[in-house]
Each structure stands twice: as structure tokens, then as C-alpha cells.
């Protein structure tokens, strides 16, 4: 993969649910798991967020050291991502062009910052329009309801995505706490949502863009990414 130039990991800035709520953040193994499956492939990786900054963590996501998924054990030893994410790129200051991909993780902080940020989905539109892979895991396609493709229509409208299931949100104890219900807005926005078991792995791939449903999900929807990408490189070397 050393012909792809870097991914961009783009991150939430919310740290409560709403004003004065519980505390949330990105889900930890939703960043980590999709960092070393990049990382490992040969992928340079940079970390932004809504605000820059420090990046909050869901405090739900991160257990006492070796109790942790392998991913997240390996980030929290890792000081050059743990720097990356106490000192994020903000997503008003980056550019679609420099970048082959673009990856939103979850976390229930999503819910309230991505969905609003005027210039995330500017940049994901540009991403779009130029090409490039779109991905997103759990609550991370939040980031999507307000982008739009080419024609001025949802991005979604009429593809195939996953996310956070309303049945999920219910298990969780929390579809009264987010602002609004993902796959519900997924499917109003034309979304041909695909699920599979609540809290199973389930990634789907439609064309460039690629999403993941719940946490389990995160290792296959970076998968996918690498293989959009691999045949996107392989498109380009028979031109």
C-alpha cells in the first residue's frame, strides 16, 4: 500500500451527552482497531477532530491495563498515536485532496458534533466528488447525514449503509439520551441500511463507501477500506 499517500481518522470532540450529560467521547476500540489494520498495511494515518485538540474517550470504552482489547492495549503503550490523539488536526483546517480516505469511528459523542459540522461534511462531500474512499463505523456515520454527492442528494440516498441499530441504542439504555435515532435518519435519508445480529461484526461495501455497525464491526469495515484502496491503486496502474 506504500502508493497511498495517508487516511485521515476523523474524531469527535463531544465529551458529554448533551449539556451537562454523561460522559462520552470516541469509542476507543473503534479508533484503535481501524489505526493498526491501516498502520500495519503500510498506511501513514492522521487523527483530526471536530475541534482539535484533545481528543475525549468514552470512559465506557477503556477498562484497567490488560483487561482491553489488543488494539487498545497497543494504542494506550503507543506514544506517537496517544500524541496524535492529545493533539488532533482540526477538521476546518484539512484538505480532501491530501488524503486517499476518510474514516469516521464512533462513540456516542458523534451523535451531537458530527452531524452539525458544516465543514466535516464539506469535506467528506469533497472527498466524494474527488474519488476517494468514505467509511464510518457505529455511531461514526452520523457524520454522514448532511453530505451530500455530486447531484446535491444525501450521500446515502439509494446505497447500502450500516450503523448503531435502534435495537442496539435500546439494549444500550441510551435511545432516549441521543439526539436523534441513527438508523432511523439512515433510512429517511434513502439508506438501503443493512444490519445483521445486534452487537455481531456487520460491514458493508458500496463501492467507496463503507460502514460497520457496531464496535464488532470495526476490523472488517477497515478491511474494506484497504481493499477499496487496493483496487483503486490497481485501477490507476492500468491507465
Not at 11 to 36: D, H, I, K, N, R
Not at 71 to 92: C, P, T, W
Amino acid at each position: 500500500m506504500a502508493h497511498v499517500a495517508r487516511i485521515l481518522m476523523m474524531l469527535t470532540s463531544q465529551a458529554s451527552m448533551g449539556a451537562g450529560g454523561a460522559p462520552t467521547g470516541v469509542w476507543f476500540e473503534e479508533l484503535s482497531t481501524p489505526y493498526y489494520a491501516f498502520v500495519d498495511a503500510g498506511v501513514a494515518v492522521d487523527i483530526a477532530s471536530i475541534d482539535g485538540g484533545r481528543v475525549p474517550v468514552d470512559p465506557h470504552s477503556l477498562h484497567p491495563s490488560g483487561k482491553n482489547p489488543a488494539s487498545v492495549e497497543r494504542f494506550l503503550r503507543d506514544e506517537a498515536a496517544m500524541q496524535k490523539i492529545a493533539n488532533a488536526g482540526k477538521v476546518d483546517e484539512l484538505a480532501a485532496d491530501d488524503y486517499a480516505a476518510v474514516f469516521l469511528p464512533g462513540g456516542h459523542g458523534t451523535m451531537w458534533d458530527l452531524p452539525g459540522s458544516r465543514a466535516l461534511a464539506d469535506l467528506l462531500g469533497r472527498a466524494w466528488a474527488d474519488g476517494k474512499v468514505v467509511a464510518a463505523v457505529c455511531h461514526g456515520p452520523a457524520g454522514l447525514v448532511n453530505v451530500k454527492d455530486a447531484a446535491g442528494r444525501p450521500l446515502v440516498a439509494g446505497r447500502r449503509v450500516s450503523a448503531f441499530t435502534n435495537s442496539e441504542e435500546a439494549a444500550a439504555g441510551l435511545a432516549d439520551a441521543v439526539p436523534f435515532a441513527l438508523e432511523s435518519r439512515l433510512r429517511e435519508l434513502g439508506a438501503e441500511y443493512v444490519s445483521g445480529p445486534d452487537f455481531q461484526p456487520c460491514a458493508v461495501r458500496d463501492g467507496r463507501l463503507i460502514t460497520g455497525q457496531n464496535p464488532a464491526s470495526s476490523e472488517a469495515a477497515a478491511r474494506l477500506v484497504l481493499e477499496a484502496l487496493g483496487e483503486s491503486a490497481q485501477a490507476e496502474a492500468s491507465r
